[in-house]
């Protein structure tokens, strides 16, 4: 149920259980300051919010990902259309 309700909170379709709801995500930040030239937007990209919180190099990365997901039901839908939102997968390689 947890994670129907967080599917629900990332994608802002509908709407979740009332509640007190607190992320505590700095575990996905880096451990050393990155180079600002690394996470200056483009202006141009879709990602440059990300980018401005992990850097050019994290979101390369993350386009550069090939994920197979095997049976994409409800909540497969959702983490495919979250993954395509992040760009996985997304680079011209």
Known sequence: MVGQEVLKACSGKFTPIPGFFYLDADETLPDTLIDSSLVQPTGTSRYDSQVAV????????????????????????????????????????
């Not at 994409?72 to 760009?87: D, F, H, P, Y």
């Open 54 to 93: 992990f850097g050019s190099d994290m979101q390369e990365n993350i386009n550069n990902l090939q994920y197979f997901m095997v049976g994409a039901g409800a909540i497969g839908c959702e983490m495919l259309k979250n993954w395509a939102l992040m760009g996985v997968g997304c680079s011209s390689k």
